[in-house]
């Protein structure tokens, strides 16, 4: 499985963007996906996830009611609608993976970077 991040950039406070996550795989609806971010010198912290199907999403508290993920299976990618984006936002943004749903991501993508100014 390959997966490639893209969409990433440089944006002022408030606006949005929409990172995207391509899958090279066929099964790609058999997969959980997730997206994580990477600040400079932090560690890594997820941001959110979606089931296989779609149904069933998870927040990080500090992105909940901004970020929206989402999936077409059809196009195997997945999204991270970015809205409202605040300077502390800045990371690089992974998307990863998780074959069995238990939150062991399986695969990561490369990563992007979203700069937020303030």
């Known amino acids: 499985v390959q997966l490639q991040a893209s969409g990433g950039g440089l944006v002022q406070t408030g606006d949005s963007l929409r990172l995207s996550c391509a899958a090279s795989?066929?099964?790609?609806?058999?997969?959980?996906m997730g997206w994580f971010r990477q600040a400079p010198g932090k560690e890594r912290e997820f941001v959110a996830a979606?089931?296989?199907?779609?149904?069933?999403?998870s927040y990080a508290d500090s992105v909940k009611g901004r970020f929206t993920i989402s999936r077409d299976n059809a196009k195997n990618t997945a999204y991270l609608q970015m809205n409202s984006l605040k300077p502390e936002d800045t990371a690089v943004y992974y998307c990863?993976?998780?074959?069995?749903?238990?939150?062991?991501?399986?695969?990561w993508g490369q990563g992007t970077l979203v700069t937020v100014s303030s």
């Open positions: 795989v066929r099964t790609f609806s058999h997969y959980y």
């Open positions: 979606i089931s296989w199907g779609g149904i069933s999403t």
């Open positions: 990863a993976a998780d074959r069995e749903g238990d939150s062991q991501y399986d695969y």
